[in-house]
């Protein structure tokens, strides 16, 4: 049996005004692929594996189409010089829009399906806030979804991928997704799966895997803060033939139609308010340290990651034990290294980036720290990480290399939007600003064009029911 892996995944934020460049992407290719543990199961279970390149990129703004095409080609060129393939297997996100394209993940599959024809299936692996246009399930034949948000899932959900891909082709099976497509964009934010109603939304899942003509299904939340005909939450189930398929897609119209329902249900996990009302939470909390996330720049969605709004209320505030983490500034973070530690300096931070929903900000302060990663810059009672690239800080370890210990601070900012894992073990109490930014979770304050209308929550008062032919 012979299977080629690989794939190209992003996560675009089409509001994000700066594009993504091949710069921005890591590539891997021949040895550093085949350590991937979905590579590994496939080793295990005797597969000759073939490595094409697998390209990722962090959440940014729409990837220029010289970069996807790039790629592309390189991956194609694997592809076709690999010979008679069994299978393909890619690792992709689901919400990559390309410029002049579109969706990047059916065009990359529409493309390997013409170069492998339809004898070879196609497995893939998704995050759960993919944006899945119509068309790519009628090209990839098992499509399966991380389960988790935060994301604990990911190499588990590689690896299903990977495994169902050799039980159809050993079994000769000839599987078929479907999906149905909710009218619904989501935040993530909203629908952290460890609360309610995704929670139960969630484990749903498991009761439909275990009927006799599915072998797998998934619901992806959707990435909001993408602005295409694309955009929302879908289901996925996947028959295991094409006799199955009308089945598998009443059981998707079921969860889509339960999802609906409980469209006014999804909430944030954490309290929420103003920058100056979090702000004022985490000062007077008896415990520390508090974590504020700046949902609005949230960088971990798209976002630009370089307003400095937050650094601004903390020093109106008086704030102490205060730390920004951090704003995405390559030219203030090289000034603030060329000073060296000790010095003071007046310079302008952040602003720089997304110019639609924040101002470079002028400081005064102290350089505590300073190294090709970025500087820290104390002004008042807060320190401002200043990082020379895209960072973000989801573990305590992301602060090491600038000497701060979140655990000693009262108020930790982060541009993140749900707390990811370790930082929500250490939080005495967890906060959601509702700033601005490209991540702007009050969706209704955005400049939506080409989603398709009604959707909620820009529009409320419409009925929806799923289409009543199967897609896929």
């Known amino acids: 049996m012979r299977i080629a892996i690989g794939g190209i995944a992003h996560e675009t934020n089409t509001f994000n005004t700066k594009p993504t460049s091949l710069e ?67 690792f992709l996100h689901g919400a990559m829009e390309v410029e002049d394209i579109g969706s990047g993940e059916t065009d990359l599959v529409n493309s390997i399906r013409q170069e492998v024809g339809d004898d070879a299936l196609i497995s893939a692996s998704l995050d759960l806030h993919g944006n899945i246009a119509p068309e790519l399930p009628k090209s990839a034949d098992i499509l399966t979804a991380y389960r988790t948000a935060p994301h604990i899932d990911v190499s588990e959900t590689k690896v299903r991928a990977a495994s169902l891909l050799v039980e159809c082709i050993r079994s000769k099976l000839k599987p078929v997704s479907v999906m149905v497509k909710l009218s619904m964009l989501l935040p993530g934010e909203m629908a952290v799966t460890s609360i309610e109603p995704t929670l139960s939304l969630y484990r749903k899942l498991q009761e439909i895997d275990h009927l006799s003509y599915v072998l797998d299904s998934s619901l992806l939340v959707g990435m909001a803060w993408a602005d295409t005909p694309n955009a929302g939450a879908s289901v996925l189930v996947v028959a295991k033939d094409k006799d199955c398929s009308e089945r598998a897609y009443e059981e ?7 999802c609906w329902e409980s469209r006014a249900k999804f909430r944030l996990d954490a309290p929420s308010g103003s920058i100056d009302d979090t702000i004022r939470i985490a000062k007077s909390h008896p415990k520390k340290p508090i974590f504020i996330s700046d949902s609005g720049d949230n960088i971990t969605g798209g976002a630009a990651g370089d307003i400095p709004l937050f650094v601004e209320r ?26 060296g530690v000790g010095h003071k300096l007046r310079i302008e931070i952040g602003g720089k980036l997304d110019k639609v929903n924040g101002y470079p900000l002028e400081i005064e302060g102290r350089i505590t720290n300073a190294s090709s990663n970025g500087a820290v810059i104390r002004t008042e009672g807060t320190d401002v990480i200043l990082t020379a690239h895209w960072q973000a800080f989801t573990t305590l370890d992301s602060f090491t290399s600038y000497d701060i210990d979140p655990l000693e601070r009262r108020i930790v900012v982060v541009k993140q939007g749900y707390l990811f894992p370790e930082l929500r073990k250490v939080a005495a109490f967890h906060l959601m600003a509702l700033s601005p930014g490209f991540t702007n979770l009050q969706l209704d304050q955005l400049d939506y064009r080409n989603v398709i ?13 799923p289409a009543p032919e199967v897609i896929g």
């Open 24 to 90: 921005a992407f890591r590539i891997q290719k021949d040895q550093d692929l085949l350590r991937d543990d979905a590579v590994k199961a496939l080793t295990q279970a005797g597969v000759d594996v073939i490595p094409t390149i697998l390209a990722d990129a962090p959440p940014s703004g729409l990837v220029r189409k010289d970069a996807y095409l790039r790629l592309k080609e390189e991956l194609l060129s694997r592809v076709e010089t690999a010979g008679t393939l069994d299978g393909v297997c890619l």
């Open 252 to 258: 998707a119209c079921s969860l889509a139609k339960e």
């Open 453 to 465: 209308r009604p959707i909620y929550p820009l529009d409320k008062d419409f009925s929806w029911e």
């Open 314 to 339: 903390l020093i109106a505030s008086r704030a102490k034990e205060a730390v920004v983490a951090g704003i995405l500034d390559p030219n203030t973070a090289f000034l603030c290294r060329q000073a």
